[in-house]
């Protein structure tokens, strides 16, 4: 189905329809519908031809593997520990992740492979070598997990994006907080989403003690960008980029300068983040900055300029060595209680960030470490906006210079002091109070002019940000077809990953939507008109993850789409087999080759 959007839901489109992306051709999907039957609802199904100037072309859904699928002498998505053997559940079974999350396609030589990632905790990160027949259909030959026991292990590994230099660039989510964990005296202080991690070490989490769990457990080793480095012969190379900064890492998505990053960080009250790297190519040393948000208008979801607060240089090495040294949240920070209204005593300066209001001061010395191992904690106590929700997919279009930002929620610190229009201090309290809209738990995609910033030093700096696209909530009586959905359905519910079809003028958004849509869509949206056409359609509970674009792979073009969880996030009572449980890692396509 193609839908043309009315100018209402446009927020802010005027200047990015105007200031489409350079086409090289014209791109058109055969749109589905929304699933309505029971049927439908069980599927994973995407359109099913495409038509590129002028030229139709039968495309599908393909499923490269399943969480639990046997290939070569791997179970793909087994979660294994620090010496490589499985990670066990509470009841002695192994776990196999369901929550597949982003999976790349990266040409090494004269090789194909691709790296999976597996939400998880711990998380895991699965290599599989890839098969292209002459039609362009990819076929798993082999899979292994990546091992990340130099670093403690991986954590909630979420989306990710390719390099210039066809690397693999990763992420770790929704990081521990530091404090609570060095503060935390017995394992009923220890929140329950960090407990599973201590399996890595081979520690339970049901009878561990809180001694056992702070020795097995350092959270300040988790919540960065991450790079994998393949080899045609099949080997890799791991890093964590420390000097990118602990944030709750949704993707890094790198700019064609090879130095100058952009950084989302999911969650409640979050910020926005950009790092430049010393030299091109090398994301192991550089200078982060947090972006403020200054309105300028409160129409839909929202308009403003951006500056950007220099957090320091840094780089990888520096801390790394301070990990090793055991480094805690009071090594870095003094703390005080905060006043109610908001105010800090002299020497301390406000946070509002990690779920809580906080006084805090910096201990001499430790500005540097500060910025990258408490990257929000900083930015927040340096002025900078922490109070984006649910900040998601990061796509480029080189051509226009344009960056596209998800938001899959537009509610909590984005309000003015409330909380689905119910007043509250609890997301401003210790912050600026910089975001002002109206909420829309549907969410919105945000446009994002880049252009040169002598002063930081880089051709792909964001100087304002303002809706693009947004999501319409929408009641549905009881009894009609869409009953129980809470956003339109031709529309977008709480968009995340994102991926852009250079040359086509065409931005791809998947969906993370729980009751705003019951079966979780992928979306194509044509900057030229506004029009929004459904692309494909995920079974109950689902998450669509993944979506990424690859014009031309040995003469095909795919757009990557992963199914996490199906029955998992909810309508759990619809599960009729287990097996239909599994993820799905497959893709829409084969295209023709779609180099421009």
């Avoid at 393909?62 to 998505?77: K, M, P, Y």
């Avoid at 890595?200 to 790079?227: M, Q, W």
Wanted: aromatic share 10%.
């Amino acid at each position: 189905m193609k839908t043309k959007l009315p100018l209402s839901l446009l927020a802010g489109t005027a200047v990015a329809l105007v200031a489409t992306s350079a086409m090289a051709g014209e791109l058109t999907f055969k749109g589905i519908a929304a699933a309505k039957t029971d049927a439908e609802k069980r599927e994973a199904v995407a359109s099913p031809s495409v038509t590129i100037d002028r030229s139709t072309h039968e495309i599908a859904y393909h499923v490269l593997a399943r969480s639990g699928d046997e290939i070569g002498n791997n179970t793909f998505g087994l979660l294994v520990d620090e010496n490589g053997e499985p990670v066990k559940n509470e009841d002695g079974s192994t776990h196999i992740s369901v929550d597949a999350d982003f999976s790349s396609l990266l040409t090494v030589g004269g090789k194909l492979f691709s790296i999976s990632h597996f939400e998880s905790r711990p998380g895991a990160m699965y290599l599989s070598e890839l098969k292209q027949d002459d039609a362009g259909n990819l076929t798993p030959v082999s899979t292994e997990p990546i091992d990340f026991s130099s670093f403690g292990g991986l954590w909630v590994p979420c989306a990710g994006s390719i390099t210039p230099w066809e690397t693999h660039l990763g992420s770790e989510e929704y990081p521990p907080d530091a404090r609570a964990v060095e503060e935390a005296t017995s394992m009923d202080d220890i929140d329950d989403y960090y407990k599973p991690m201590i399996r890595y070490v081979g520690l339970d989490p049901a009878s561990a003690s809180i001694e056992e769990f702070k020795r097995g457990f350092d959270p300040y080793k988790y919540g960065y960008p991450t790079e994998i480095t393949v080899k045609e012969d099949g080997s890799y190379t791991v890093g964590k980029h420390y000097a990118m900064g602990r944030v709750a890492v949704e993707l890094a998505k790198v700019m064609p300068d090879d130095k100058t990053v952009y950084i989302s960080d999911d969650g409640t009250n979050v910020g926005f983040f950009m790092f430049v790297a010393d030299e091109a190519g090398k994301l192991d040393a550089g200078t982060l900055y947090a972006a403020k948000w200054n309105q300028t208008s409160d129409e839909g979801a929202g308009k403003a300029e951006l500056s950007w607060i220099d957090l320091g240089h840094s780089d990888t090495a520096s801390v790394e060595k301070a990990l090793a040294e055991g480094v805690t949240f009071s090594d870095l920070f003094e703390t005080t209680d905060m006043a109610d209204d908001g105010t800090c005593p002299e020497g301390f300066s406000p946070s509002n960030a990690e779920g809580r209001s906080e006084c805090l001061k910096v201990k001499d010395g430790m500005e540097a470490l500060a910025s990258r191992l408490e990257t929000r904690r900083y930015a927040s106590m340096k002025g900078a906006t922490t109070e984006f929700r649910k900040e998601e997919g990061i796509a480029l279009d080189p051509a226009t210079k344009t960056l596209y930002v998800a938001m899959s929620e537009v509610n909590s610190g984005m309000e003015d002091a409330s909380k689905g229009g119910k007043p509250t201090d609890k997301y401003e309290k210790g912050s600026g109070n910089h975001i002002k809209l109206t909420a829309n738990d549907c969410g919105a995609v945000y446009s994002l002019p880049l252009g040169s910033d002598g002063e930081i030093g880089s051709d792909w700096v964001a100087s304002e940000m303002s809706g693009l696209v947004a999501g319409t909530p929408h009641e549905y009586a009881e009894g009609e077809e869409f009953a129980g959905n809470t956003c339109d359905m031709d529309g977008l519910a709480n968009p995340d990953n994102l991926t852009f079809m250079d040359g086509f003028g065409t931005l791809i958004i998947g969906e993370d939507s729980g009751s705003g849509h019951q079966n979780d869509v992928i979306w194509a949206y044509k900057l030229s008109d506004g029009s929004l056409t459904r692309i494909f359609s995920t079974p109950y509970g689902s998450e669509t993850t993944s979506p990424y674009f690859y014009p031309n792979v040995g003469g095909h073009g795919y757009i990557m789409a992963v199914v996490q969880h199906p029955y998992g996030e909810s309508d759990e009572d619809k599960l009729a087999d287990p097996a239909d449980a599994r993820a799905y890692v497959g893709y829409i396509g084969p295209f023709p080759a779609l180099t421009n």
